[in-house]
Structures are given as structure tokens and as C-alpha cells.
């Protein structure tokens, strides 16, 4: 049996635009913040990368640093270059559970001065996982 499962997460792993592992933790979150929850959903995601609100008189979104395009590298307002958000373009981008926390932690406040809901988080990576 483990084989199987080592053998499935290695499969996984080669195709560029699987979904990425944490999506089962967000799942449970989002199930016990809503027992009616069925899915995350990449249309949510997508108007969550979208999305904009106003900072020190500027729109700004998750796409204003990460580009309109999630397959096209992005820059951070001091000009460093960001991978592509795509998991099509950067397979890796979601594979580290603490990073992915970590900067949705900073990039939620940053752009919603407010931390992402689990549902948020699944939708948005459900997104970036379905981008070819």
C-alpha cells in the first residue's frame, strides 16, 4: 500500500497542472466552517485574483504584483521578480505547505487587510491549478 501512495503522489507530481496537496486541508477547514461546503471553485478563484481594493489611493490586486496573467512572471513593487502563478507554468509554486501559508498570510492582509478564508484559499490555488 505504500508504494501505491508514493507511487500516485510521484505521478502526480509530473503532471505540471495537479492540484496542489494542501487543497485537502483547506478542504476540511472550509467543511467545518460550513458543513455545506462542495468544492472549491475555480471561477471563485479567478475573481479572487481579480479582485481589487484600494491602498494608499491605488487599486491593487493579487494580479497587480503576480501579472494579469498567471502563466507570465510578476514583479513586488521593488521590482524583484516573481515565478509564474500557474502551477502549469511552476509546478512546484504550491508545494510547500508553510510557504503557501505563509505568504497567503501576507499577501491577504497586504491586498484585503484581512486574512483569506480557507474557501478563499482553495478557490484561488483551484484557479491557478486549472490555468493552461
Avoid at 12 to 36: C, D, G, K
Avoid at 55 to 67: D, L, P, R, T, V
Wanted: charged share 25%; with cysteine; net charge positive.
Amino acid at each position: 500500500m505504500r508504494n501505491v501512495i508514493i507511487l500516485a503522489m510521484a505521478l502526480a507530481s509530473t503532471y505540471s497542472h495537479a492540484a496542489p496537496a494542501i487543497l485537502s486541508e483547506y478542504a476540511a477547514q472550509a467543511r467545518q466552517a460550513n458543513p455545506a461546503f462542495n468544492g472549491f471553485s475555480a471561477e471563485r478563484g479567478k475573481a479572487l485574483y481579480y479582485r481589487e481594493t484600494m491602498q494608499n489611493g491605488k487599486n491593487i490586486s493579487c494580479a497587480s504584483c503576480h501579472s494579469a496573467d498567471p502563466r507570465q512572471p510578476g514583479k513586488t513593487p521593488a521590482f524583484r521578480s516573481i515565478e509564474p502563478m500557474a502551477t502549469s507554468v511552476t509546478p512546484s509554486r504550491f508545494n510547500d505547505n508553510k510557504k503557501v501559508e505563509k505568504w497567503f498570510r501576507r499577501n491577504c492582509d497586504d491586498v484585503f487587510k484581512r486574512e483569506c478564508t480557507a474557501l478563499e484559499k482553495g478557490d484561488f490555488l483551484t484557479y491557478l491549478s486549472n490555468v493552461k
